[in-house]
């Protein structure tokens, strides 16, 4: 696992989206893996950035998806499909033809995740996969003692994830839905490279047990370890935690240029 200590949130944007821009310039169908929520919005907003400038032609890459809500109706704002087309599909210029995801609002959920899970190994399988991270370790909506080994399936929220994911719905937590379907850690751990991106003091207890904690499900995000091409991207706040902290920053700074993100 690499940690990548930066300034902010704009420096950890810009480092990913250039990762991002890499591999999309050796592999122009790439298959991207996106997360939603705030944290990666700087990397969203540099890659558009990077296509508009013509740095990247992003014309044949995919966006696949990483969760979903579970009975939000079609088209609705905060679904997680409505969020991915709005942040990252049209602003890189894609049509919703190169986006894949699960279907929140099947009437089969389960037959659902496990065809999302077929699709995305007919697809050839994630090169690179976008994370965040809860403020209980949780990547995707594994929550606390998921499965290490777990598929795409269906997970109950935790009540501090909905309380933490009330201000995308006006405030109101009983518009959280309690369901989602979501990649399993197994399922995760399969894309070809891991990038996580954490911000703000309130992720650093997270990113201290995912990065130098034991490997435990009671800290879904630590299951990176166990993954040969992992990255983690912390500002400094998210990092004020990490014991090792000094050895990260050196050893980034020492890193071959020819070696990538």
Request: net charge negative; hydrophobic share 45%.
């Amino acid at each position: 696992m690499e940690v990548v200590i930066v300034p902010d949130a704009k420096a950890g944007g810009e480092l990913i989206a250039e990762a991002m821009a890499a591999l999309v310039r050796r592999k122009p169908d790439a298959l991207l893996g996106v997360a939603t929520g705030s944290t990666p919005l700087p990397i969203y907003e540099a890659l558009a950035a990077k296509v508009r400038a013509g740095e990247v032609d992003a014309a044949r890459a995919r966006i696949c998806q990483l969760d979903e809500y579970v009975g939000l109706p079609a088209g609705h704002p905060e679904s997680y499909r409505s969020v991915v087309l709005r942040e990252v599909v049209e602003p890189l210029g894609l049509d919703e033809s190169a986006f894949m995801g699960p279907d929140g609002s099947a009437e089969d959920v389960q037959g659902a995740c496990e065809a999302y899970d077929r699709a995305l190994a007919e697809a050839g399988g994630v090169d690179l996969q976008l994370l965040g991270i809860g403020t209980d370790g949780h990547i995707g909506f594994n929550e606390p003692c998921s499965s290490l080994a777990s598929r795409t399936r269906i997970k109950t929220l935790t009540e501090q994830t909905r309380v933490d994911n009330a201000r995308f719905f006006e405030g109101d937590i009983d518009q959280v839905p309690h369901h989602v379907i979501t990649q399993g850690i197994g399922t995760i751990l399969e894309a070809r490279h891991l990038v996580l991106l954490a911000t703000g003091e309130g992720k650093a207890d997270a990113v201290a047990a995912t990065v130098e904690g034991p490997v435990a499900s009671v800290v879904p995000a630590s299951a990176l370890q166990l993954h040969p091409h992992a990255t983690v991207v912390v500002d400094e706040a998210a990092a004020s935690k990490l014991k090792l902290a000094d050895y990260f920053r050196h050893t980034y700074a020492n890193k071959p240029a020819w070696q990538g993100l």
